[in-house]
């Protein structure tokens, strides 16, 4: 069984920096192409970045393109998301999510439901 652990989060001022973590057990983490998700109350799941199972292309959301950097270790089974230049509007809860379906997908999808593992989930409040 494929678990994702995300750490990391917290309550920082506008401008500040933070770093989260997500762990994988359970599956071939080295395979999966690698994505990261926010939601707040009442709104969709928003697609943040994504890194591809090689870690050679990444993607982001334009609101986040400049700032923040999702970078992945295969051998620890981790994947990161640098969050730097922090803005209130960035609050929410961040969630990293896995897709295994790395041969039928050249590139990591935007699209949520393309992912098939999630993480419970790490709160990031930003205070202006």
């Known amino acids: 069984q494929v678990q994702l652990v995300e750490s990391g989060g917290g309550l920082v001022q506008a401008g500040g920096s933070l770093r989260l973590a997500c762990v994988t057990s359970?599956?071939?983490?080295?395979?999966?192409?690698m994505g990261w998700f926010r939601q707040t109350q009442g709104k969709e799941r928003e697609f943040v970045a994504s890194?591809?199972?090689?870690?050679?292309?990444?993607d982001y959301a334009d609101s986040v393109k400049g700032r923040f950097t999702i970078s992945r270790l295969n051998s620890k089974n981790t994947v990161y998301l640098q969050m730097n230049s922090l803005k209130p509007e960035d609050t929410a809860v961040y969630y990293c999510?896995?897709?295994?379906?790395?041969?039928?997908?050249?590139?990591?999808?935007?699209?949520?439901?393309?992912?098939?593992?999630w993480g419970q989930g790490t709160q990031v409040t930003v205070s202006s």
């Open positions: 359970g599956g071939t983490f080295s395979t999966y192409h």
């Open positions: 890194i591809k199972w090689s870690g050679l292309s990444a």
């Open positions: 999510a896995a897709d295994p379906q790395v041969g039928s997908r050249y590139t990591p999808s935007r699209n949520w439901n393309d992912y098939d593992y």
